[in-house]
C-alpha cells in the first residue's frame, strides 16, 4: 500500500464520492475503483459501503482512516525534514510548484527561464487542482500554487495578483456555434454547456449561478474531469467552459464568453514564505510582460503587492 493510496482514501472519505476523488486524484474512476479493491484485499475488510448517495465508511474503515492520517503527517513532517537536510549540504532550495493541468501551455517556458535565471533554486512539479491549492499549501504539499483565484482574505496564505483571464469555451466541431471567435448568452440558449461541479473554482460557480439565475436557457452539465468533457463534447457536441488557456485541439474552436467579466489569477503561497518566493514571482512577472501570451489572457499591470 502507497503514500499515494493513502491519500487516496482520505479525499474518499472526505468527499464521500468516486468520481469527485477519481478527479482529486486525476485518475480514471475504474482505475480508482480497482485500488480500492486491490486496497480492501490486501487488508481484509471492506473499508467503504456503497449507496445511493455515495460512498461511506465501514466501521472498520473509519478507524482504518483516522490511524493513517497521523501516519500521513508524520511522512509529511519527515520529508519536509529530509528537504531541509539535503538543501543545508546542497546549498539549492526545492520549490514544489503546483500547476492546474489546463494551463500548461506558457508555464512549462516561463518556469524554464526561472530555473535559467534562479540557479539555486529546484523546481519540482506536482499537480494541484485549485480548490486544493490553500490546503495543499498548509499542508505543506506544496510551495507555490500557479495559476490560483484568489479565495478571499487568508490569515496565512498570500495571493499575488498576475494575470486576467477572459472566461472562454470550446466549441466542437459540428455545433452551430464553431468557428466563432465570440460567443454570448444569448447565442448559448438552447445549447449545452459542461462545467466544472460546484465547489471546484469560485469563477465557476459565479458563472454558473449567473446562467441559472438570468439565462435558463443553458442546459448545465456537471463533468468529471477534463478529459472525459473533451470526449463527451465532440461525442454529444456540447460546449465546454473554460478559461483563456489557449490550446489547439483538433475538433474545436475556442471562443471568448463577450458578456461576462474575467477573472484574476495569480499565485498562492504561505505568508511565511514571501522572502523565499519572492524572486520567483519577480521572475514570473518580468516573462509575463515581456512575453506574448495566449489570445485570451493578459499580464496583471498593477502594482506589486509584496504581501
Not at 479493491?37 to 475488510?45: I, W
Not at 454570448?184 to 449567473?210: C, E, Q, T
Not at 514564505?273 to 515581456?290: F, Q
Request: aromatic fraction near 10%; charge should be negative; proline fraction near 5%.
Amino acid at each position: 500500500m502507497t503514500i499515494a493510496q493513502l491519500r487516496m482514501l482520505g479525499y474518499l472519505a472526505e468527499c464521500g464520492s468516486i468520481s469527485r476523488t477519481a478527479e482529486i486524484c486525476y485518475l480514471s474512476q475504474s482505475a480508482l475503483t480497482r485500488q480500492l479493491r486491490s486496497m480492501e484485499e490486501e487488508l481484509g475488510y471492506p473499508l467503504f459501503t456503497r449507496s445511493f448517495s455515495g460512498i461511506l465508511l465501514t466501521p472498520a474503515g473509519k478507524v482504518f482512516c483516522e490511524a493513517t492520517r497521523g501516519l500521513l503527517a508524520q511522512y509529511d513532517r519527515a520529508v519536509c525534514l529530509g528537504r531541509e537536510a539535503c538543501q543545508q549540504q546542497t546549498g539549492l532550495t526545492t520549490l514544489r510548484i503546483g500547476v492546474f493541468s489546463y494551463s500548461l501551455g506558457f508555464i512549462v517556458s516561463m518556469f524554464k527561464e526561472c530555473e535559467t535565471l534562479l540557479p539555486h533554486i529546484h523546481f519540482e512539479f506536482i499537480a494541484s487542482r485549485i480548490p486544493d491549492n490553500c490546503a495543499n499549501l498548509r499542508e505543506n504539499r506544496l510551495d507555490l500554487c500557479f495559476p490560483a483565484e484568489q479565495s478571499g482574505e487568508q490569515e496565512d496564505i498570500a495571493f499575488e495578483r498576475l494575470l486576467t483571464s477572459r472566461n472562454c469555451m470550446r466549441i466542437p466541431e459540428g455545433n452551430p456555434l464553431y468557428g466563432r471567435r465570440q460567443v454570448s448568452f444569448a447565442d448559448l440558449h438552447g445549447h449545452a454547456v459542461l462545467m466544472m461541479p460546484r465547489g471546484m473554482a469560485g469563477n465557476s460557480d459565479r458563472l454558473r449561478a449567473y446562467i441559472m439565475e438570468h439565462h435558463p436557457q443553458i442546459r448545465i452539465i456537471d463533468y468529471n474531469n477534463p478529459i472525459e468533457a473533451e470526449a463527451e463534447a465532440l461525442v454529444r457536441g456540447h460546449i465546454l467552459m473554460t478559461l483563456g488557456f489557449f490550446e489547439p485541439k483538433k475538433g474545436f474552436s475556442f471562443a471568448v464568453l463577450s458578456d461576462f467579466p474575467g477573472v484574476a489569477l495569480g499565485a498562492q503561497y504561505r505568508k511565511e514564505d514571501a522572502a523565499l518566493v519572492a524572486p520567483v514571482l519577480d521572475t514570473m512577472r518580468s516573462y509575463l510582460a515581456r512575453q506574448p501570451l495566449e489570445p485570451f489572457l493578459s499580464a496583471w499591470q498593477g502594482e506589486y503587492s509584496g504581501v
